[in-house]
């Protein structure tokens, strides 16, 4: 005579949350914040420019191009229509 046993094991994957994201910083190891004003974003896109060959901006070049490029796509396309003189009606 012959038994047969079925069993069934459920496994459950442990649910992980998401890495939390990383706190950006400047490359000093200093907590970076966000320009408050378009002066400031003005002046931080200068830096950025200035510091294209920097070893830890470098190898992510094209990712910020691509990020900037389109960032302005995106201003140009909420910018309002250029105003247009009214006609005179003299």
Partial sequence: MREVV????????AAQA???????????GQPYT???DAVEWVEALAALRREVTHPQIYPFREQVARA???????????????????????
């Fill in 6 to 13: 079925q069993c069934t094991v459920v496994l459950q994957e």
């Fill in 18 to 28: 998401p890495p939390a994201p990383r706190q950006a910083q400047w490359l000093s």
């Fill in 34 to 36: 966000l320009p408050e």
């Fill in 68 to 90: 900037c490029e389109r960032t302005a796509l995106a201003l140009r396309a909420g910018a309002p229509e250029p105003r247009q003189p009214e006609p005179d009606d003299s």
